[in-house]
């Protein structure tokens, strides 16, 4: 069975910058999560997709933040414009049976 | 406003030997609880995991306990092998049941397993 995709795996831009992050969570996995992990703390969730729909996006930045989940597959998350503490490993997990399975994140550098 | 908390960040320990990971927690609702283990430029890796209904639960090398009184759990791994070396992040849930569920992460703890 494939894991879960990210695409790209590193990013590097200036701040005010936008930027756009891709996963595709496992075939058949209907819930999905973003997170966002600065170095040197654990990851913080960002928003819950259930299929297409937004569960829960209280703690999405909204006015630099956005996320969409178009058909209930693939996904994306935006920032625009982007500020240096934006810098972090963006991670996307799909879950089945109680298990979150992580995709290999995409580290951001924002100079 | 830390909900989940290891107080280590690193932790060396001979091959063969026990590891062991502390993890505390404030929120009550918790009552869910897992391990992930992360390699570097990975994401984290489901290890093992614990309801709130149990004290214990063990898989191979892996056993996590759980004090609900104390809120604390902690992961012992015997015995200890240099492919254990690894971030270990200790996370919570306030929901057991099958579906979705939000998770709190701690902050990890670094293991670093000695040949």
């Known amino acids: 069975e494939a894991g879960v995709a990210q695409s790209p795996r590193y990013k590097i831009i200036e701040k005010r910058q936008s930027v756009a992050f891709w996963c595709n969570p496992i075939?058949?996995?209907?819930?999905l999560y973003w997170y966002q992990q600065i170095l040197g703390q654990g990851p913080k969730l960002l928003i819950q997709?259930?299929?297409?729909?937004?569960?829960?996006d209280s703690q999405l930045p909204k006015d630099r933040f956005s996320a969409e989940r178009l058909k209930g597959v693939d996904s994306t998350l935006k920032i625009q414009p982007a500020k240096l503490e934006d810098s972090a490993v963006y991670l996307c997990?799909?879950?089945?049976?109680?298990?979150?399975?992580f995709g290999p994140g995409t580290r951001l550098t924002v100079l | 406003d830390q909900q989940v908390k290891q107080n280590s960040p690193s932790l060396s320990v001979q091959e063969g030997r026990i590891s062991i990971l502390n993890c505390d927690y404030t929120?009550?609702?918790?009552?869910?609880f897992l391990w992930y283990k992360k390699y570097p430029a990975e994401g984290p890796t489901f290890l093992i995991s614990?309801?709130?209904?149990?004290d214990k639960n063990e898989d191979g090398r892996f056993t996590v306990f759980l004090n609900k009184s104390a809120k604390h759990l902690s992961l012992h791994i015997v015995p200890s092998q240099p492919g254990d070396s690894a971030v270990y992040f200790c996370?919570?849930?306030?929901?057991?049941?099958?579906?979705?569920?939000?998770?709190?992460f701690g902050k990890g703890t670094k293991l670093s397993v000695i040949p």
């Open positions: 997990a799909s879950v089945v049976q109680n298990e979150q399975f």
């Open positions: 075939s058949g996995h209907a819930t």
């Open positions: 997709f259930q299929n297409n729909g937004v569960v829960d």
């Open positions: 929120n009550s609702m918790f009552d869910y």
């Open positions: 614990i309801s709130s209904i149990k």
């Open positions: 996370a919570a849930s306030p929901y057991s049941g099958a579906g979705s569920y939000q998770l709190t």
